[in-house]
Structures are given as structure tokens and as C-alpha cells.
């Protein structure tokens, strides 16, 4: 009997072999694309470190009227200064010097101010009114707790500028991580 002969040839075989042993990866987790996924979580680690420290200011809105002499009806000589009715907030931070965005109403005029004084205690709507002797619109606008905030006017002041005209500010209270405002923005987004 002779022997059998082989169809393939011993090295044909022998590499037929190797080639089944070697670790075949998909093409997802080829060198390349892991590097690149490796990149882009650097990349978003980056952005959340970047957004942990961005510091975004809070600026309220408030209320005030122009006074001189600290009367509310024109005088005939004297600094006239704004009277702002800030409305309470838990992480306020108001600073004397601090600079404050103030706005006429009547012409859209806007102005900067600085803040002079702050008062220590808080008034209530109807104790503003009646402290400071507010009528007309004003009154109506302090609807919640304020502290009041005197603030000097930038000189000299445009000729419409006078006591007793109300007006409106932008007052900075503090400020928040950029981070710390996702849940709100998610929020909106989900509509929860």
C-alpha cells in the first residue's frame, strides 16, 4: 500500500493554522478608533473641568426712583442719586462700589451707576411705601421683600434726568458655576 498523499502542502497548513489562532479584533476597537475614542473623552473631561470653573454672573431686576437731597420731588440744587428696591434673593452679594446698569423708562436711556449705600434691613412692600412716600407706578412695582440701595449717578447727567422719575436696574447678586446651571437648562428642554 503506498502512502497517502496530501493535498496541501505542510507550510500551507501550518499558516491555514496561525491564521486561525490570531486574535482578530472588531473594527470598533481597532488601535486607531480606540485612540480617538480615548481623544474625545479627554476632550469631554475638559469641557466639564472648563464648565465646573466658568463662573456665569446673576443680575436681578429691580425697581427704583431718583431722588435729591433724598426727596422724591425735584430740588432746586443737589446730587441727585437713585433709590433701587433689590429684591430679596438667598445668595445675594451686593457690594458697596459695585456697579449697577439703571435704565429710564421713559427714553430707554441707559446709565451706570455705583452703589453707595445698602440699607441693613429688609422692607416690605407696603413699609417702602410708606418710608419713602411712593405713589403712582412705583408703588405698584416693589411686589416682595427689598433691600434698598442707593446708588450715585454718572456726571454730568443728561437734562432729562431729574428727582421723582422712576427707573429700572440691573442689579449683579452674585454668580453661579456654569455647570450648576445644566439642571435648569435640562429642565427646560424636558419641560418638567
Known amino acids: 500500500m503506498t502512502p497517502r498523499r496530501q493535498i496541501f502542502r505542510q507550510q500551507a497548513l501550518n499558516l491555514y493554522v496561525q491564521g486561525r489562532e490570531k486574535t482578530m479584533l472588531p473594527r470598533s476597537v481597532a488601535p486607531p478608533v480606540f485612540l480617538f475614542l480615548w481623544a474625545l473623552l479627554g476632550l469631554v473631561l ?12 446673576i443680575s436681578i431686576q429691580s425697581a427704583g426712583v431718583l431722588t435729591q437731597n433724598g426727596q422724591i420731588t425735584p430740588q432746586p440744587n443737589g446730587e441727585v442719586l437713585a433709590l433701587l428696591f433689590v429684591p430679596v434673593t ?15 423708562p421713559a427714553t430707554g436711556e441707559p446709565l451706570t451707576a455705583s452703589i453707595r449705600s445698602i440699607a441693613p434691613d429688609v422692607v416690605t412692600p407696603n413699609a417702602a411705601r410708606q418710608r419713602y412716600g411712593l405713589t403712582g407706578d412705583l408703588a405698584f412695582t416693589i411686589t416682595q421683600p427689598s433691600i ?42 424636558v419641560g418638567g
Open 90 to 104: 438667598p445668595s445675594m452679594q451686593l457690594q458697596i462700589g459695585q456697579t449697577v446698569s439703571l435704565q429710564l
Open 148 to 189: 434698598v440701595v442707593l446708588a450715585n449717578l454718572p456726571t454730568p447727567l443728561p437734562a432729562d434726568v431729574s428727582a421723582g422719575r422712576s427707573v429700572s436696574a440691573q442689579v449683579r447678586v452674585g454668580s453661579r458655576s456654569l455647570l450648576s446651571l445644566l439642571p435648569d437648562l435640562l429642565r427646560g428642554i
Open 46 to 57: 475638559t469641557a466639564i473641568l472648563f464648565a465646573w470653573q466658568a463662573q456665569v454672573p
